[in-house]
């Protein structure tokens, strides 16, 4: 029995005709009677009484036509769920998000635009650092991450840098310098005691501290080293030590912490990275990858058309 014979009754007990049937079905009148008499062959039972105009459902007519209706919408859904899920309209996506990452301003309109676009996704966010997330993407523990600077390549692995943001000085709030305006020149800080993130979770943004402060004239003091950012704060809060932390962070109101911007000799920098498997083929992914990427795109863009004309477009607009 084919979905195609269940769908032929149905025309026929719904029209109580043959030939309207036939018609609607887009077939000849002998060839769909000889179906319906193959199926009630198959069955082994009469479905439809042929009346000298028409036909009427036998008692077995009416329960095989019920049952017909439900298996062609049941078939009807199955069909329309694959193409859904083949869209990546439906399925889950596992996202690990950095917690100094969750807080930038770009990553708020990636997931606003992924959950607009995509509201039937089962939508799971796991929090960790970087090392660990990479780890857990290659072992497909998650579908993609969202990281600060890349820790590590691992084959298999593919990084996309979509923004960037400076790093400010998080100081506590009764230090000498935290209030003020202006930046804090890195060279004032040659006595301070450094909270870093533990190199192995952060070595990028790690090792460019450690160099813009040598480029500063001084070797940085390590007061500790945490696993993640936000316990950077904690401590800073305690008095512990001073540290640098993305400019996003701010909007993280601890009592007891104060931000000022940073001159360094060196630019200090936190990216925005998306990772990705390299052979991933889920719907779902590809999806938060293209909108991902787009968000990085017109950040791009837009820090472009803001960047400062050189000096000598500047004066060819003055002179026109």
């Known amino acids: 029995m084919e979905l195609r014979h269940?769908?032929?009754?149905?025309?026929?007990?719904?029209?109580?005709?043959?030939?309207?049937?036939?018609?609607?079905?887009?077939?000849?009148?002998?060839?769909?009677?000889?179906q319906i008499r193959a199926l009630e062959a198959e069955l082994g039972v009469t479905l439809l009484h042929r009346l000298p105009r028409g036909v009427a459902l036998t008692e077995a007519g009416r329960v095989f036509l019920a049952e017909a209706r439900a298996v062609l919408a049941s078939a009807e859904r199955a069909a329309t769920r694959a193409v859904e899920a083949a869209a990546g309209?439906?399925?889950e996506l596992i996202l690990g998000i950095t917690?100094?990452?969750?807080l930038q301003p770009m990553m708020a309109r990636i997931l606003g635009a992924y959950v607009r676009r995509y509201p039937a996704v089962s939508l799971a966010i796991q929090e960790g650092n970087a090392a660990?997330?990479?780890?857990?993407?290659?072992?497909?523990?998650?579908?993609?991450?969202?990281?600060?600077?890349?820790?590590a390549r691992p084959l298999g692995i593919t990084f996309v840098e979509l923004d960037e943001e400076p790093m400010?000085?998080?100081?506590?709030?009764?230090?000498?310098?935290?209030?003020?305006?202006?930046?804090?020149?890195?060279?004032?800080?040659?006595?301070e005691r450094f909270i870093l993130v533990r190199r192995r979770a952060a070595p990028g943004m790690y090792a460019d501290l450690i160099l813009a402060c040598r480029a500063?004239?001084?070797?940085?003091?390590?007061?500790?080293?945490?696993g993640r950012m936000l316990?950077?704060?904690?401590?800073?809060?305690?008095?512990?030590?001073?540290?640098?932390v993305p400019a996003s962070m701010q909007e993280i109101r601890l009592a007891g912490v104060r931000y000022r911007r940073i001159n360094s000799p060196t630019p200090l920098r936190a990216p925005l990275t998306l990772a990705t498997r390299t052979d991933e083929q889920r719907p779902t992914v590809e999806n938060?990858?293209?909108i991902a990427q787009a968000a990085g795109r017109t950040a791009q863009r837009t820090q472009a058309s803001n960047a400062p004309l050189p000096v000598s477009r500047r004066a060819r607009g003055r002179s026109g």
């Open 6 to 34: 269940l769908r032929y009754f149905v025309a026929v007990a719904e029209e109580g005709h043959i030939t309207r049937a036939a018609a609607r079905l887009g077939l000849q009148q002998p060839p769909l009677s000889q």
């Open 89 to 91: 309209q439906t399925g």
């Open 99 to 102: 917690t100094s990452a969750i």
């Open 132 to 151: 660990d997330l990479t780890e857990m993407l290659e072992a497909g523990a998650v579908h993609g991450a969202m990281l600060r600077a890349v820790v």
């Open 168 to 191: 400010v000085l998080a100081l506590p709030s009764g230090h000498p310098l935290a209030e003020g305006a202006g930046a804090v020149k890195l060279a004032e800080l040659a006595l």
């Open 216 to 226: 500063a004239g001084f070797e940085p003091k390590v007061a500790a080293e945490v």
């Open 231 to 244: 316990t950077n704060l904690t401590l800073v809060a305690a008095g512990v030590g001073v540290s640098l």
């Open 288 to 290: 938060f990858r293209r």
